[in-house]
Structures are given as structure tokens and as C-alpha cells.
């Protein structure tokens, strides 16, 4: 069995990753924006591992964010209780229905909408990053970008912390290949009225590469 697997969105979070690791196992791959690509490369990287004779004992999703007004600062560091894929479901005069509301079969949906942090990973990264926020960080295929969904999304999800777009994909496929997962994030910018201004990509890289310490 190989090291742990991390996977990011793009090539610039894969180079702050490794520009931050301590332990040389550890392989980092970017895999695509979104949670339909990132999990589909993500199968594919564990299966060809699988099939080599070289497993990876466990899997991260790494990255960017954004986080969530009042409960994580510009620059902070996340670690996700659970990935949730927060707009997979269906709307309705009552508002939103997460996907495990629609009356389907539990093994149609892959576990459901959400996947656990498993327990063990996630003490140990909490005890190498003491001063990182803690909560679910929410999968979404649509970037949020108004007032009022990021209040709905706050709302549905009391605990969550962050918003990305590939965490939930990663998770679906280390679970369904029987790996631990986890998901670390590091805040660029807060959930809301899109505003590049306020974007802090640099800030989050450099806060990126700092919690790639605890990577190993």
C-alpha cells in the first residue's frame, strides 16, 4: 500500500500542496473543476493504483474556497466534518429537496448526499492544524452568488463552513473504493455577491501550502 492521495481543482493548488508537503508519499494530482470530473479522475487514479498493486491508504480533497460570513475568515484554514453535495436534489414551492427527500432507494444515491470525514484522518489533521475551523464544507456544481442563496445555504446547513466544487466527487470515490476521506480548504474569498476584488487567491495559496504540513 502507497501514501496518502490528494487531489485539488487545478495546477495552481496542486503546486501550493507540494510547495507545502513535509512527506514525500504523498501524491498530489489536480483533477478538474467540478464534482462529476473530480470524481471520475479520481475512480480512475485509485483503480489504476488498485491495479498496480499500489493502494492508497487514504484520500484528500484539497483546495480553495469560499467560506461563509462570520463563521471563517479570509485566509483560514477548513477541515471538513463532511462533503455535501449541497444542490443535488430538486426544487419546489417549499424550497429545496436534497436528493435523500425524494423518496429513492438509498443505494441509488451512493450513500447520499453526504459523505462522512472518516474519523481517524480527520482527528489527525485537527491536531496538526489546531487553529483551522471545523464543520461541512458544501459541494456545489453552481459557484454561489447572491444574497439570498448564500443566506437559503446557511440556513439548510447551520454547520458548514465552506462552499467548494469537488469535494463531495473525491468523496464518493474514496468511498465507493473503501479509503478514508477527508477535505481541506483554505478561504479566498466569502460566500456571496460575486466580487473579485474581495478575492484573495494569493493569501489562500500561501494558507494552502502552510496546512499541506499536516499532509502526511
Given at each position: 500500500?502507497?501514501?496518502?492521495?490528494?487531489?485539488?481543482?487545478?495546477?495552481?493548488?496542486?503546486?501550493?500542496?507540494?510547495?507545502?508537503?513535509?512527506?514525500?508519499?504523498?501524491?498530489?494530482?489536480?483533477?478538474?473543476?467540478?464534482?462529476?470530473?473530480?470524481?471520475?479522475?479520481?475512480?480512475?487514479?485509485?483503480?489504476?493504483?488498485?491495479?498496480?498493486?499500489?493502494?492508497?491508504?487514504?484520500?484528500?480533497?484539497?483546495?480553495?474556497?469560499?467560506?461563509?460570513?462570520?463563521?471563517?475568515?479570509?485566509?483560514?484554514?477548513?477541515?471538513?466534518?463532511?462533503?455535501?453535495?449541497?444542490?443535488?436534489?430538486?426544487?419546489?414551492?417549499?424550497?429545496?429537496?436534497?436528493?435523500?427527500?425524494?423518496?429513492?432507494?438509498?443505494?441509488?444515491?451512493?450513500?447520499?448526499?453526504?459523505?462522512?470525514?472518516?474519523?481517524?484522518?480527520?482527528?489527525a489533521l485537527r491536531a496538526a492544524l489546531p487553529e483551522a475551523m471545523v464543520g461541512a464544507v458544501l459541494t456545489?456544481?453552481?459557484?454561489?452568488?447572491?444574497?439570498?442563496?448564500?443566506?437559503?445555504?446557511?440556513?439548510?446547513?447551520?454547520?458548514?463552513?465552506?462552499?467548494?466544487?469537488?469535494?463531495?466527487?473525491?468523496?464518493?470515490?474514496?468511498?465507493?473504493?473503501?479509503?478514508?476521506?477527508?477535505?481541506?480548504?483554505?478561504?479566498?474569498?466569502?460566500?456571496?455577491?460575486?466580487?473579485?476584488?474581495?478575492?484573495?487567491?494569493r493569501e489562500a495559496l500561501t494558507a494552502l501550502a502552510a496546512a499541506a504540513r499536516a499532509?502526511?
Amino acid at each position: 500500500m502507497t501514501g496518502l492521495l490528494v487531489l485539488t481543482a487545478v495546477p495552481a493548488e496542486a503546486e501550493a500542496v507540494r510547495a507545502g508537503l513535509a512527506d514525500p508519499t504523498v501524491t498530489v494530482r489536480p483533477v478538474g473543476v467540478g464534482p462529476a470530473v473530480a470524481g471520475a479522475a479520481t475512480a480512475r487514479l485509485l483503480t489504476l493504483a488498485e491495479a498496480a498493486g499500489r493502494p492508497y491508504r487514504a484520500v484528500v480533497s484539497a483546495g480553495v474556497a469560499g467560506g461563509f460570513a462570520g463563521r471563517v475568515a479570509v485566509g483560514g484554514t477548513v477541515l471538513g466534518t463532511r462533503s455535501v453535495a449541497a444542490d443535488l436534489g430538486a426544487e419546489s414551492p417549499e424550497g429545496f429537496l436534497p436528493i435523500d427527500e425524494l423518496g429513492m432507494p438509498p443505494e441509488l444515491l451512493g450513500g447520499g448526499p453526504t459523505v462522512d470525514a472518516d474519523p481517524e484522518l480527520l482527528a489527525a489533521l485537527r491536531a496538526a492544524l489546531p487553529e483551522a475551523m471545523v464543520g461541512a464544507v458544501l459541494t456545489v456544481s453552481t459557484v454561489t452568488g447572491t444574497v439570498a442563496s448564500t443566506a437559503a445555504l446557511a440556513d439548510r446547513h447551520p454547520d458548514a463552513v465552506a462552499e467548494a466544487m469537488e469535494g463531495y466527487g473525491v468523496a464518493v470515490a474514496a468511498a465507493q473504493a473503501g479509503l478514508p476521506f477527508a477535505e481541506l480548504r483554505t478561504v479566498s474569498n466569502p460566500i456571496g455577491p460575486r466580487d473579485r476584488d474581495a478575492w484573495r487567491m494569493r493569501e489562500a495559496l500561501t494558507a494552502l501550502a502552510a496546512a499541506a504540513r499536516a499532509l502526511r
